[in-house]
């Protein structure tokens, strides 16, 4: 499955590297983490897109649904 989430806090790049570090403990496809949003791809019988937002919102910022 492919999803972009929007990111909201994220001003600089050490918020992409926060963010990256978070997500690369999930098995995750493919991340690819911008200023404000994150473009995921990940078999759903692995992890949930419920477990990628919780990875968000630990490392600080807020997922924009």
Avoid: P
Wanted: net charge neutral; charged share 35%; aromatic share 4%.
């Amino acid at each position: 499955m492919k999803r972009t989430i929007k990111i909201d806090g994220m001003s600089c790049n050490h918020c992409v590297m926060s963010v990256e570090k978070k997500l690369s403990k999930l098995n995750l496809n493919k991340v690819k983490v911008d200023i404000g949003s994150v473009e995921v791809e990940f078999d759903e019988s692995k992890v949930n897109e419920k477990k990628i937002i919780e990875a968000i919102e630990e490392a600080g910022y807020q997922v924009v649904i």
